[in-house]
Structures are given as structure tokens and as C-alpha cells.
């Protein structure tokens, strides 16, 4: 029977098109899909049905999806690092020159010439005003970059091309992603250092429980006068009110963020997009081919891979038949589920078994055929969330 895809966001086609019709159904609607791909919706606990297995969010942030009750659900969420990250790159440096150049301001007063018809006119008009957009260069600047990860690292890269100096800020870096940092990169050691001592400054890094709010009023007061803060990361890591005041305190020159708040709205040091950093055809199509091919993998093989919730888990197929376990990360449950196979003479060919934070997860791969009656005993011990019979045994 055709898997089910439930779609809550435009995804594109190219990813879509990893998942064969003969085998996949795909739509907005359906009531038990197997599995959910998205990009932004904000999607809750209970609209979450039963049915799902496995959700891919086409981009990097998962702070739209419940994962905590995803895992305890045994759900991996996957998400598709770094295939958009790219796009983000290209959209700060944009963002970095909308920050240095009277650029906006020079645009919209152009604007305000089209009553000129005379051309000699116009231009001894512009010429004369033209220093009212002066701006200054990137070279020489500094800009912090907090959060080194995919876009971090790629932003940290350019800024250094464009001859700016780079201080970093990182405190939960991986080796993976340290390998990949130029090393022109400054390390900052605390976060108001880096604040201190910066021109520029671009946030990077997800939003959770220990980054909500992290841009605060102490962090803000302490900038240099001038200052430009960037964020395309999320909207929550800045303390509005404190914004706010540090931009109406001065120091603060400019704020360019791809999160518009109606209490920013308006000014005139505040540039704002409407969360567009990853919208590019080339984003767009990464996101959706990774998301897309992750969910198969794991539909069809029980294979994880990026999931932001479940260990990194791939064994290549020797057999037809697969059992894939999640439990609780408690011992005796692994030896328990090996007795039940083992009483019913099935016999174990390979196996993989890892862990992450509360969670287990198995692939077992069998050489005869797992009756219901010996999956619903695995189901009924305690500690296990779920146990999947994958692939045909016959
Ligand atoms: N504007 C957009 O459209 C857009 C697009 C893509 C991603 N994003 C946002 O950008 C974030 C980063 O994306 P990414 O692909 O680079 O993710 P990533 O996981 O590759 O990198 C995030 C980095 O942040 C670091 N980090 C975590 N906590 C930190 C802290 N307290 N201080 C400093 N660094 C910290 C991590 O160690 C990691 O290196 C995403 O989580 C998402 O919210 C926005
Ligand atoms: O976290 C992300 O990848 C970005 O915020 C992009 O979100 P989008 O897929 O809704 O554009």
C-alpha cells in the first residue's frame, strides 16, 4: 500500500519528486499519513496524528514542531542542515551593506524625484543631496558572528573575503563544524566581549530555552556606539523591549532582521524582511530533496539521518526483513526484546543499536518472518514506545 505524505507547507517539487507516486501518495490533507514534511507551520502536539512516523522539516529551524512530545511519541523529527544556509549567507551580506550604506534611504529618495521631468534638472537636484547618503565601507570592520554552525561558519568565511576581521562566538561548536572555520576566525570567550568589541554583529545560532531572550539588555547597552545588529536567526533570541531601548538609547545605529515586530515597524533604524533568508529556488529545492530523501530512508530502511531528536542510525540492508525498535534509553530492554525473537527461533543477522539523551533505537535485521504475536510482546514491554516491522520477509 502507498505511504502517505502530509504536506503543511509548499514544498518543493524537487523534492517531492525523490518520493516515487507508485509508491508514495502526497498531499495537504490527509487524516493518517504516515509521515508529515513542512517548513514553518507551526505545527501542535495533538494535530499530530497517531498514524505519523516520522516528521522532515524542509529547512534548519524546529522550533515550530513539539519535539519533546515528538520523542516521547518515539517520532524522529529530521530536519536538513545547512542546505539553505547559502541562501542566508548571501541575504546578510545584504544585509550587511544595507547596514553601511545610505543604500534604502538613497532608493527611496530617488522616489521622491519623479515630478522632475527636466534630466539636467534631476541630476544637479541628486547631486546636490547625494551626501545626505554617505555611508562607510565594510573593509577594516569588525563583525561578530554568534553561532558558527552551517550559516555562521559560511557568513564568517564571506565577511573575511569582503575584508572585514571576524570574531566568533560558539560555545557549543562541533569538531565537524570547527574543522570547517577558517582559521582568520577570532575566538570571543563570552558573548559580552564579543559584544563590546564589534561593528557589526550577526546571530546564527536556534532558538531554544538557553537562547530566548540571550540578546539582552546588559548585551545591548554594552555595544559600541554605531553598532549594527543582524539577525536571520529568530526572532525570540532578542529581547524586544531591550531592542528597543538600546536603539533609542543611540549606540545601537541599526537593527536588520528577517522577523518584523509591530513595535518595529516604521523606524528608521530598523530594517526589516519578511523571513526570506531561505526562500531562494536553490534553498528551497535543497531543503525539500534532504527532507524528503530522509523521510524514505527512514520509512523504508528505518534509517536516521539529521534527526534533531534521534540518534544518527543507518545499517545497510543484508535481509527483507527489518525490525526497527524505539524505547526508553534503560538497560535490559535490548536483552529482553533479543529473548522474545530468540524464543521464537528467529534468528538475528545484524544489528545496530544507539542512544540519545532518553531514547533507544534498534535496527535489527531478521532472517525469517516476526509473527504480529511476537511484535505485539515486544510492544508490551515496558520501556518500549514502538516496534515497526519493516520491509517484506517472504
Ligand atoms: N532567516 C531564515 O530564513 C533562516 C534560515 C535558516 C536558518 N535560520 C535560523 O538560523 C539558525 C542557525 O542555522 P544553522 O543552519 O547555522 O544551524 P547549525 O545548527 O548549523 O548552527 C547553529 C550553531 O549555533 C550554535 N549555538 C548554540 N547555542 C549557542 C549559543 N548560546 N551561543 C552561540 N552559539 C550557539 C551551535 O553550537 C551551532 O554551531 C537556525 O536554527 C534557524 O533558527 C533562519
Ligand atoms: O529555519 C529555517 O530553515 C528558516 O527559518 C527557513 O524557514 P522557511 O523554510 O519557512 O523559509
Known amino acids: 500500500m502507498a505511504k502517505q505524505i502530509l504536506t503543511l507547507n509548499q514544498i518543493s517539487l524537487k523534492g517531492l519528486e525523490r518520493l516515487p507516486r507508485d509508491c508514495y501518495e502526497i498531499a495537504s490533507e490527509f487524516s493518517q499519513p504516515d509521515a508529515i514534511l513542512l517548513r514553518s507551520h507551526k505545527l501542535k502536539a495533538e494535530d499530530i496524528p497517531e498514524s505519523v512516523l516520522a516528521i522532515g522539516r524542509a529547512g534548519a529551524g524546529t522550533n515550530n514542531i513539539p519535539v519533546a512530545e515528538c520523542s516521547a511519541r518515539g517520532i524522529p523529527v529530521f530536519n536538513s542542515p545547512g542546505a539553505n544556509a547559502n541562501a542566508v549567507k548571501e541575504l546578510v551580506a545584504a544585509g550587511l551593506l544595507l547596514g553601511s550604506r545610505g543604500i534604502i534611504e538613497g532608493i527611496q529618495y530617488v522616489d521622491t524625484l519623479a515630478s522632475i521631468t527636466d534630466k539636467a534638472e534631476m541630476n544637479q537636484v541628486l547631486e546636490a543631496h547625494k551626501k545626505n547618503f554617505k555611508g562607510s565601507e565594510l573593509v577594516g570592520k569588525t563583525l561578530g558572528?554568534?553561532?558558527?554552525?552551517?550559516?555562521?561558519?559560511?557568513?564568517?568565511?564571506?565577511?573575511?573575503?569582503?575584508?572585514?576581521?571576524?570574531?566568533?562566538?560558539?560555545?557549543?561548536?562541533?569538531?565537524?563544524?570547527?574543522?570547517?572555520?577558517?582559521?582568520?576566525?577570532?575566538?570571543?570567550?563570552?558573548?559580552?566581549?564579543?559584544?563590546?568589541?564589534?561593528?557589526?554583529?550577526?546571530?546564527?545560532?536556534?532558538?531554544?530555552?538557553?537562547?530566548?531572550?540571550?540578546?539582552?539588555?546588559?548585551?545591548?547597552?554594552?555595544?559600541?556606539?554605531?553598532?549594527?545588529?543582524?539577525?536571520?536567526?529568530?526572532?525570540?533570541?532578542?529581547?524586544?523591549?531591550?531592542?528597543?531601548?538600546?536603539?533609542?538609547?543611540?549606540?545601537?545605529?541599526?537593527?536588520?532582521?528577517?522577523?518584523?515586530?509591530?513595535?518595529?515597524?516604521?523606524?528608521?533604524?530598523?530594517?526589516?524582511?519578511?523571513?526570506?533568508?531561505?526562500?531562494?529556488?536553490?534553498?528551497?529545492?535543497?531543503?525539500?530533496?534532504?527532507?524528503?530523501?530522509?523521510?524514505?530512508?527512514?520509512?523504508?530502511?528505518?534509517?536516521?539521518?539529521?534527526?534533531?531528536?534521534?540518534?544518527?542510525?543507518?545499517?545497510?540492508?543484508?535481509?527483507?526483513?527489518?525490525?526497527?525498535?524505539?524505547?526508553?534509553?534503560?538497560?535490559?530492554?535490548?536483552?529482553?526484546?533479543?529473548?522474545?525473537?530468540?524464543?521464537?527461533?528467529?534468528?538475528?543477522?545484524?544489528?545496530?543499536?544507539?542512544?540519545r539523551d532518553e531514547i533507544a533505537y534498534n535496527l535489527i535485521d531478521i532472517e525469517s518472518h516476526a509473527s504480529d504475536e511476537v511484535l505485539e510482546r515486544m510492544r508490551a514491554l515496558d520501556g518500549v514506545v514502538n516496534v515497526r516491522l519493516i520491509g517484506d520477509c517472504d
Open 145 to 355: 558572528v554568534v553561532g558558527l554552525g552551517a550559516i555562521g561558519s559560511m557568513v564568517a568565511e564571506m565577511a573575511l573575503t569582503m575584508g572585514m576581521d571576524v570574531v566568533g562566538y560558539d560555545p557549543a561548536l562541533s569538531v565537524e563544524a570547527a574543522w570547517r572555520l577558517s582559521s582568520q576566525v577570532r575566538k570571543a570567550d563570552t558573548l559580552s566581549a564579543l559584544f563590546a568589541r564589534c561593528d557589526y554583529i550577526t546571530l546564527h545560532l536556534p532558538v531554544l530555552d538557553s537562547t530566548r531572550g540571550l540578546i539582552n539588555a546588559e548585551l545591548l547597552s554594552a555595544v559600541r556606539e554605531g553598532t549594527c545588529l543582524l539577525n536571520f536567526a529568530r526572532q525570540e533570541i532578542v529581547d524586544e523591549d531591550a531592542l528597543v531601548e538600546a536603539l533609542n538609547g543611540g549606540n545601537l545605529r541599526k537593527y536588520i532582521a528577517d522577523f518584523p515586530a509591530p513595535a518595529l515597524i516604521g523606524r528608521k533604524d530598523v530594517i526589516l524582511m519578511p523571513h526570506i533568508g531561505a526562500s531562494t529556488d536553490e534553498a528551497e529545492d535543497n531543503c525539500a530533496i534532504m527532507a524528503a530523501d530522509q523521510i524514505r530512508d527512514f520509512l523504508e530502511n528505518g534509517n536516521i539521518c539529521n534527526s534533531v531528536n534521534f540518534p544518527n542510525l543507518v545499517l545497510e540492508r543484508v535481509t527483507g526483513c527489518r525490525l526497527s525498535v524505539t524505547n526508553a534509553n534503560v538497560p535490559r530492554i535490548l536483552g529482553s526484546l533479543l529473548s522474545i525473537l530468540a524464543d521464537d527461533d528467529i534468528n538475528v543477522i545484524d544489528m545496530l543499536n544507539k542512544s
